[in-house]
């Protein structure tokens, strides 16, 4: 029997069948560059290089093989099971209620990427209004602006997502030109040779560092979005041929244009900056203020307009797949079903994007700095793609137990692939570092005793036989905090390194193989969430 505010797979069907399946390859690749190509590219190479300073180049091509790896699971559970607000749907599909509630709630607070796009233009706009932001943080002026631009992208998703498509395309070829000509233009500016070996040599602060990077300095968070093709995979025309080519599509131009932008800020700073290392480069606006030191005075002006552009796609696409989430988690019963609604007339969820509208600003007022707010944020996407992998895996083996035909759009070397993304997912929360993950896991774990609340007064499955079925969740959330503290990322050190990372690795891989094997006994025993309702 269904929660009492789940709704009915047959309801769920029905608001389904309203979403306009309007985009094309084109469409979809455009929405996943320009999520991924937000603020990242303004700030992300500075912060990677105060980390771990010319290793940083080793940290974008590690967070690429992420991507890569993660990119061709979610692109089978896509194609096999196209669905709006996919990535929240699938883990309740393959594990069950209670780690749906756990990753949709880790989704939910996720919304806050979207609040960290808008506090990058707020950043970059202080250099013309300077009241908007200081010390790190939003001001109440800052504040006042930061929520009319929330409101504004909020307004412009209302329509039908065909003109959510035409305006995201003209938004994202400017995301392309922008970032080249600034890689061109600070090359042309002049360079300076020893750049990766001087000031402390290639890894000026060990390779542990470049790990460190990785979710600290912004870099996970900076290549995250490749995944919003597939939040979009139930307004697709044909989903199981478009959407896997525009996801690896958007990884593939993304990444290049990440490299490109480090290698501009490390060999063009000057030498004059470099005195305390890498550590003591530091810009409140890295790009532009860096193109006033070399006095690009030109490109200066056109980055600061530029800084309101690029984060403001990628906003404006965030606040459209947030929107996509939260409809998601209204199907999940995680959300009143309120929020399920679809416009019949637009296709699109007007109340989610009213709810999220609340959520971004709200995240903008404990945080208001960039780096402080995707450094959380890392870790709640890093979760959705290990709860992805054990969802494909899962679906996998039920399959195969029942002797089902092998499903159309399925992606080789999966059942390989999974477990391999699994551990470097959860390597990467590791390598986050205690002072972030202190923060993040335990939030994350708030979604139990909301589980709890929500099925209290259900009939059908206790909550014990969900919890059991669920517990993987918890366990493998709870090691990892303890490991981290326990580690050498920020945390005790008790745990020295290499071996730090060789043990989460060993649990990584215990927990998805007990989490998969929990996952297939689900898909047997409860056909109220194990098949898709579209």
């Known amino acids: 029997m269904q929660p009492s505010d789940t709704p009915s ?13 309007e985009l094309g390859f084109w469409s979809l690749t455009a929405i996943g560059f320009s999520n991924i190509l937000g603020s990242g590219w303004l700030f992300a190479a500075m912060f990677a290089a105060q980390t771990a300073g010319p290793a940083a180049l080793l940290s974008w091509v590690a967070a690429g093989v992420l991507c890569a790896l993660v990119a061709l699971v979610m692109v089978e559970l896509g194609a096999t099971r196209p669905e709006g607000g996919g990535t929240v749907r699938w883990p309740l599909y393959a594990s069950g209620r209670l780690v749906g509630t756990v990753v949709g709630w880790s989704v939910l607070l996720s919304v806050g990427g979207t609040a960290a796009e808008i506090s990058a233009i707020m950043q970059y706009a202080a250099h013309y209004l300077p009241g908007l932001y200081t010390g790190g943080r939003l001001t109440a002026s800052g504040l006042a602006v930061a929520t009319g631009l929330s409101v504004l992208l909020t307004a412009l998703n209302w329509f039908a997502v065909r003109v959510f498509a035409r305006l995201n395309n003209l938004v994202s070829l400017f995301k392309v030109l922008i ?12 360079t300076h040779s020893g750049r990766l070996t001087d000031n402390g040599g290639f890894a000026p602060y060990g390779y542990a560092a470049c790990l460190t990077a990785l979710a ?17 995979s139930g307004e697709a025309r044909n989903p199981r041929r478009t959407v896997p080519i525009a996801v690896l599509t958007g990884i593939g131009l993304a990444v290049l244009v990440y490299l490109g932008l480090q290698l501009a800020f490390l060999f063009t700073v000057p030498d004059s900056l470099l005195a305390h290392g890498w550590r003591g480069v530091n810009f409140d606006s890295p790009f532009g203020q860096l193109a006033l030191v070399l006095n690009l005075h030109w490109l200066a002006t056109l980055l600061y307009a ?7 796609g990628s906003a404006y696409v965030g606040v459209a797949i947030d929107a996509r989430h939260t409809y998601a988690l209204a199907k999940n019963g995680l959300l009143p079903r309120f929020f399920m609604r679809i416009d019949p007339r637009s296709g699109m969820a007007h109340r989610a994007l009213l709810l999220n509208l609340v959520v971004i600003i709200v995240f903008m007022l404990p945080f208001g700095g960039w780096q402080d707010i995707v450094s959380v944020m890392g870790d709640m996407y890093l979760l959705v793609y290990a709860a992805s992998a054990v969802a494909a895996a899962a679906f996998r083996a039920y399959d195969a137990e029942r002797g089902a035909p092998r499903a159309e759009g399925r992606v080789a070397g999966v059942h390989w692939i999974a477990p391999i993304s699994f551990v470097v997912a959860s390597e990467f929360v590791y390598w986050s570092g205690w002072h972030h993950l202190r923060l993040a896991l335990p939030l994350v774990l708030a979604g139990v005793p909301l589980f709890l609340m929500l099925r209290r007064d259900t009939e059908g499955r206790s909550q014990r036989a969900e919890l059991r079925q669920g517990a993987w969740l918890m366990f493998y959330l709870a090691a990892l905090t303890l490991l981290s503290w326990l580690g050498t990322f920020g945390g005790s050190g008790h745990l020295p390194a290499p071996y730090d990372s060789v043990v989460v690795g060993a649990v990584a891989l215990a927990v998805f193989a007990w989490a998969v094997r929990s996952g297939a006994a689900h898909l047997r025993t409860d056909p109220d969430t194990s098949l898709p309702t579209s």
Do not use: C, M, W
Request: a negative charge.
């Open 9 to 21: 797979p047959l309801t769920v069907l029905g608001e389904e069948r309203r979403l306009h399946k």
């Open 179 to 190: 970032p080249v000509l600034t890689v061109v233009a600070l090359f042309l500016s002049g």
């Open 216 to 232: 600290g300095g912004g870099i996970v968070y900076s290549v995250n979005g490749f995944q919003a093709p597939l939040d979009f």
């Open 306 to 312: 530029d800084a309101v552009v690029s984060p403001g």
